[in-house]
């Protein structure tokens, strides 16, 4: 008999919720984190989850989710998977009626758009792939590049004998 291989992607957990936080946004992260632990399936975290709605929960309307879409850039130790993938959770609630092939192009050209790494945004406008996953790909390699690169450059300052200067006679 062949043992099931699962894998299990790792959530972070999703940041502290404050009366400021965006509602919609943490909850989405919070349930990633449950399901990911087997939770949802528990009438307790059903009752949780309602009164949260009640008190946090605001839908809001396809135009603040678009305004939230367009001003999404790539957070600060944000990886790219995890930027795409809060990229794909806004274009589907800014764009409900819309295919998946069209948020594509939109999810393509926010993504672009919003990388931190202007070397990367470069190259991906230089290229242009054709969908989210070839930009992603094509970045992930673009990031790997870099990093290589700042090591190396790194260890080559390591290795740098210390310059020492010639005595000065004195005549």
């Not at 944000?78 to 092939?101: C, D, K, N």
């Not at 202007?118 to 673009?142: F, G, H, N, Y």
């Not at 990093?147 to 310059?163: D, F, K, N, S, V």
Request: hydrophobic share 40%; glycine share 4%.
């Amino acid at each position: 008999m062949e043992a099931a291989l699962t894998v299990r992607m790792s959530v972070r957990p999703p940041a502290k919720f404050t009366e400021k936080t965006d509602w919609s946004l943490w909850i989405f992260r919070f349930e990633r984190l449950v399901v990911q632990y087997g939770l949802s399936e528990s009438a307790d975290y059903a009752a949780v989850h309602e009164c949260l709605q009640c008190r946090y929960g605001h839908d809001g309307t396809e135009l603040e989710w678009l305004v939230k879409f367009q001003a999404r850039v790539q957070q600060r130790d944000e990886s790219l998977v995890e930027y795409i993938g809060e990229l794909r959770m806004l274009a589907s609630r800014a764009f409900p009626g819309w295919s998946e092939e069209q948020r594509d192009v939109l999810i393509r050209n926010q993504f672009i758009q919003g990388v931190s790494s202007s070397s990367i945004q470069v190259q991906l406008l230089k290229e242009m792939p054709k969908s989210v996953k070839d930009a992603a790909t094509l970045a992930r390699r673009l990031e790997t590049v870099e990093m290589a690169h700042r090591r190396l450059q790194t260890e080559r300052i390591a290795e740098r004998p210390l310059a020492v200067a010639a005595p000065v006679s004195a005549t």
